[in-house]
């Protein structure tokens, strides 16, 4: 089992800047990716950034050249700092880790409990 502890997050005006952090505990072994998702009102859980073990990275399109994800792997520790914030961006935002394919598909995943990101107008 892998547990999954955010924090960061908030309520923030468009164009400024948030960073979330994960820890991972437990049988850190058992994952080689971790990043982040969200999910908007109305909308269905997307991916945002994630990187795998190896340094490779998966940004959405929306976010590129905005958000950034880092990973203190010493730390089992993954962040997202996100500048440039949109009201579009609003979502809650969760952490993410998992065993992954090559391709980016997933074996099995572990999931926080979800963080709360608004941008206001």
């Known amino acids: 089992q892998v547990q999954l502890v955010e924090s960061g997050g908030g309520l923030v005006q468009a164009g400024g800047s948030l960073s979330v952090s994960c820890v991972a505990s437990g049988v850190i072994s058992s994952i080689n990716l971790m990043g982040w998702y969200r999910q908007a009102p109305g909308k269905q859980r997307e991916l945002v950034a994630v990187?795998?073990?190896?340094?490779?990275?998966n940004y959405a399109d929306s976010v590129k050249g905005r958000f950034t994800v880092s990973r203190d792997n010493a730390k089992n520790t993954v962040y997202l700092q996100m500048n440039s914030l949109k009201p579009e961006d609003t979502a809650v935002y969760y952490c993410n880790a998992g065993l992954y394919k090559p391709n980016w598909q997933p074996i099995y995943n572990y999931w926080g409990q979800g963080i709360q990101v608004t941008v206001s107008s």
């Open positions: 990187k795998m073990n190896s340094g490779n990275t």
